[in-house]
Structure formats: structure tokens, C-alpha cells
């Protein structure tokens, strides 16, 4: 589409986050529950000592996901995951979900009764309810709506914003397997696209396409924490990759960060699949996304109290702002990062 | 696409309610805070003694609106204020919303502008602030999801359930007019389709247009209700239309009902456009729906604190079940009321 058209800027040339920049900005919020809007991964909703937490993603065919490679029951099941992540992502326990639908008529009853299975797993595994949603036509394909709701302790809540300089940055998991896992089915699309007969080659990589399909939200981190008796000084979850999520936290405290490459915990399967498509195993684990795993910040004090917690990695630190957000190499070497990760409006 | 296909079962066959009671029949609601889910205006969540409503739509271009006659403007305002009504219809106040866009290639970044002016307007109106969303691309057109949240006491909220014999039913407004707009919408689109140089005819159907165009929902007659200390034992918005919505009412109370046709409220514009287009007036108010008035039960006792409020017409009353769902013709004949609403899916 032509964008030198008077009055028809392109999206792309903004970008999600600046669009969403735009519109939002002259969003005062009046109300007193309105505790925190646009921002963060969850909106903070104020009645008494609990917050409700309240997150939405609209998960579109043909962008978020394909059918030839995603079954619908693993499509329900992430589709719910992936906002559960966004309320844990805030310290806080999700508990109930919408979930909205719009489809086309080449979706039969049958079908939707898979997603829905996929939908009711995940509400059976993360222990939330389904209380409501809309279901309607669609002129082509499938899309679906979530919208999760949860609650904290409004001392316990953790926003973006709260890093500072000497915190330590944690991950809760490795990262890039969910990105390879998508690289797979790509190629397998490809393959089975030029030749119909041919069988998929997928039977030994079980981890990095269930890490891409059948994604799981970390809803143990929150009782570690609670546990050790920490609140980390900030958090947010892993959806368009580790740089970019950093960087979001970086912005919304003020701060820089940087990232020791050799820290970055990766799978195996993952780094010897990276090695198999030629990319760099680093670079699928900074710009990949998609592996929901929570990033943290800890005060310096709290280190002793992470250390033994089960499957968090410390993997760098934040610092000043101007000292920027970088990556220190194994060689010895600091690159300044760049997000690369997930924006929808470039795949127009 | 064939239903004769095993496996098959072409959602039109169902409806929308009956799918959607289909897929969620298995869910059970496991957490204490899951006060209510599927099945009225607004689901329930219970923190102390005042209790969140949650309430959510989807909008499909080609199906929910026509932007050959929908002024982006006007379509985020009524994106908002449908939801707002599900609120309303639950005796409560709306303080949040959330809105989730996709859309095409073709909406430059001045007509999301657009869009937006129109959902700010709505937040300024109903004093409600935008905390959250999701904004994506999409393979073809633009699809809106808004999720409101609100509160209401719980001594005050209004289920669709508790209606019952002898109790009087009132609508807020008048009705058809909304159905009608979009008539006379439809008839100019498809002049203008056949020959564009056509000036429309709109200039004297500012109400009906309106009505259908920039909707608003009755966030008065909450307060019009605490001060005359009543609280309705059934209530629901009109959406679907007067005889469909009636048909919830019924249906989740256990009882039947008859409305007296000469005491259905219709705008005289709306009557006059009926008879134009060929159409029985009253049809058009039992079936047209969209007119998002309110449709409430009260109890017999209550008659005197409901005779002089603004705006409230008495149209009939609750019956037992097995008297059934009917309406009295100003001619004295007793006749089934049929619900011919809308189900998105019947127009695939």
C-alpha cells in the first residue's frame, strides 16, 4: 500500500509499540481503582489490599499462528498460556479467562470442540475459570481473544519500572527453543508445500516443538519467590525475546542492563538446531521469543536467598542508564543490543 | 462448505448460543472468587462485598460493521459502549476497558487515530479509562475486541435469573430504531454501489442513524434505580432483540412471560420508516435489536417506584413457564413470541 498517499502513514513505519504510544497518549486514567493502565504486562485494577490484574491478546490466523502445523487443541491450550504468562509476569495468580472467537465457516463444530479441549487443559493445569467470551462469524480464518484476570497482594505486585542500578538480572529458564520449534515446522511447511508425500522430519526434536506449540507460563515462580520471601524489583515475561524484553524493562525503570552472552541459558537441542539452520545460538536466545520464561530483577541483597531457587539463572546486572543496555561476550567484547524481536506489523 | 462431510457439523446448524453452550458445559468453576461465568450480560468475580464485572465483544469487519457507512470515529465509540451496556445490564458502573486491534494492511495510522478519538469519547462519556490491549496485523480487515470491567455492590447486582411470576417487566427506551438505521443504511450503501455518483438520503434519519451509528447505553438508569431504592430481579440489555433477549430472561429464571404489544415503545420516526420499508413496526422492535436499552424485571410491590421514573415503560409481565412466551396483540389475539434475533452465524 502506498504510504505517500497524503494522510496515509503505514503502521509499519511506527512499529507496535510506538502505534500503541500514539493512540494511548492522551489516555488520562480517572478512575480511583485504576491503579495502572498501558504499560505493563498486565493493567492493575485497585479493591482494597488485592489488585486485580487484568491482560488481553488477540491471536490471529495467518500472523500468531498457522493450522497447517498447529493442532487446535495446542493452539486453545497456548492461547490461554500465553496471557496466564502476562498476569504471572506481575507476581500474580491468574484465575479467571474470556476467551473470544471469530471464524470463518470452514471451521466445523468439531473442530472448535479441539480447541476447546486445548482451552479447558489449560484451565484444568493453571487452575483458572473460563467466565465468559463471544463467539461470532468471521468473513476468513480464526481469530481469538483472551483476556486473563488475576490477583496479588498490592505488596507483592511486580511492575516493569521498579529496577535499579546493582539489581540482578535473573531468567527463569533457557530461551530460543520455542523460536527453533517454529523454525522446524517452517521448514517441514516448506518441504510438505513442494511435495505432499514426503513424512515430516520432527520425531526427535519433542522439546523444541512443544517449547513452539504447546507452551507452559511459569506459575512455580511466584511460589519460589513467596517462599524465599523476595519480591524481584521488577519482571516481566518473555514473549518477543529476551533483548526486547529487556529493553522494555530498561525503559519503563530508567535504566541500562547488560547481559553476560556465556550466562544466557540454552537448551542443547536448541543449540545444536541453531547450528543446523547456520544461526547463532545467542541470537535465537536474545531475539527469538516466544519461550515465556520471566525475567527478574533482584536487589544485590536478595542474591543469597536465588542462588538455590530451581531453574532461575543469574544472567547479568542493571546499570545506569547511560552506561546503555549490552551484551558482554565471551571473547571479552561489549555490543550495544538491539531488539529484534517479534513485531507483527512487519510481516504485513 | 459441505456438512454432509463426517466430522463435519457446520456451526450454522447449532446457532451461536447453542455452540457456545456446547463448548463450555465441561467447564466447571473452581476458584472461590468465580462468582458467575458463562451465561449472562457480565461474568462475576467476588473480592469482599463489592463484586468485578468482566464482560467482553468482538467486532468483525463484513460482519459486525460495514466501513462503507461506518465512520471509524463512530465505530470506536460503539465499540466501547456495547460493552459498557453488558455492564449496565448487571446494575453495574463500568471503570475499565480494554481494546485489542487487528487489522490490515489498509488502515493507515490517521484512521486508527480515528478510531481512537471515537474510543476516548466513549471513555470521557461513561467516565471509563482504557488500561490494556493488544494491537496486531491481519491478513485482511479490522477486527476489535473490547473487554469492560466494572463494579457493582452485592446486594444490587442484577443476574438474568431471578425473574419470577407476577413480576412486572419494563424497557428503558424505545426500540426498532437501531435495525431500521441500518436499513436505510444498507439500501443507500447498495444505490451508491450501482451508481456512485448517488447523493445518499440521509438527512432526516438523524435518530435512526444514530441510534444504529453511535449507539449509547442507559448508564442512568442504575442511578435512576438506587434512588428510588429498587433493585430489579432480572435484567438484560437489548442486543439481540426485545423477543431473543426477552427468551434469556426467561430461559435462565425458569418462567415464561407476555408482552403487551400496544405498550412496546417506538419512536415515531421508526414507525414511519417500518411501514416505508414495508415492515411491521412491531417486528422491527422484537427482533431488530442493537438498541441496547435496558429490559428488567421488578417485583409487583414495586410498581409505585417505577411509574413516574424518566424513560421506563411497563411492556408486560412474568408468568409461569408453562403459560410460555407470548404477546398480546392490540387486536386481543395471544401469539408465540419467536426469536429471530441476530446470530452472527446465519449470515456466513
Known amino acids: 500500500m502506498a504510504d505517500t498517499e497524503p494522510g496515509f502513514t503505514d503502521v509499519n513505519k511506527l512499529g507496535e509499540f510506538k502505534l500503541i504510544e500514539r493512540l494511548t497518549k492522551d489516555f488520562k ?13 498486565s493493567a492493575v485494577i485497585a479493591h482494597g489490599d488485592t489488585h486485580m490484574l487484568v491482560s488481553t491478546d488477540l491471536l490471529v490466523e495467518g500472523i500468531h499462528f498457522d493450522l497447517i502445523y498447529s493442532p487446535l487443541k495446542h493452539l486453545g491450550y497456548k492461547a490461554v498460556v500465553v496471557n496466564l504468562s ?75 519500572s521498579g529496577a535499579k542500578p546493582g539489581d540482578i538480572l535473573c531468567i527463569s529458564g533457557d530461551l ?60 516481566i515475561d518473555i514473549s518477543d525475546g529476551l533483548a526486547s524484553d529487556l529493553m522494555h524493562i530498561c525503559k519503563a525503570s530508567d535504566v541500562g542492563a547488560f547481559i553476560e552472552e556465556a550466562k544466557i541459558p540454552i537448551n542443547q537441542d536448541a543449540q545444536l538446531m541453531a547450528i543446523k539452520f547456520q544461526m547463532d545460538p545467542i541470537t535465537t536466545a536474545l531475539n527469538g521469543g ?3 520464561e520471566l525475567l527478574f530483577s533482584i536487589k544485590e541483597e536478595d542474591l ?9 539463572y ?35
Chains 1, 2 share one sequence.
Not at 29 to 41: E, P, R
Not at 304 to 312: A, G
Open 290 to 292: 516466544e519461550d515465556y
Open 86 to 160: 502476562d498476569i504471572y509476569a506481575m507476581n500474580g495468580t491468574p484465575e479467571q479467562i474470556t476467551v473470544s472467537l471469530a471464524l470463518s465457516s470452514k471451521f466445523s463444530v468439531e473442530a472448535l470442540d479441539e480447541l476447546y479441549e486445548g482451552i479447558k487443559e489449560a484451565c484444568r493445569i493453571y487452575n483458572v475459570d473460563l467466565v465468559g467470551g463471544d463467539t461470532t462469524s468471521s468473513p476468513r480464518g480464526l481469530t481469538i481473544s483472551v483476556t486473563a484476570i488475576g490477583t496479588v497482594d498490592k505488596d507483592k505486585i511486580c511492575y516493569r
Open 176 to 235: 530460543g527453543a520455542a523460536y527453533l520449534g517454529l523454525q522446524i515446522l517452517e521448514r517441514e511447511k516448506q518441504l510438505y508445500l513442494s511435495n505432499p508425500g514426503i513424512q515430516p522430519e520432527l520425531e526427535n526434536q519433542k522439546y523444541l516443538l512443544e517449547r513452539q506449540l504447546k507452551p507452559e507460563a511459569r506459575k512455580d515462580i511466584k511460589d519460589y519467590l513467596a517462599e524465599a520471601g523476595l519480591v524481584p524489583t521488577s519482571m
Open 304 to 312: 543469597e536467598k536465588i542462588r538455590l531457587m530451581p531453574s532461575v
Open 314 to 348: 543469574i544472567i547479568g546486572e542493571i546499570v545506569k542508564k547511560k552506561d546503555g543496555i549490552t551484551l558482554h561476550t565471551s571473547g571479552g567484547n561489549v555490543h550495544a543490543l538491539k531488539a529484534q524481536g517479534w513485531d507483527h506489523f512487519d510481516e504485513d
Open 29 to 41: 486514567l480517572k478512575n480511583k481503582s485504576s491503579k495502572f493502565g498501558i504499560g505493563d504486562d
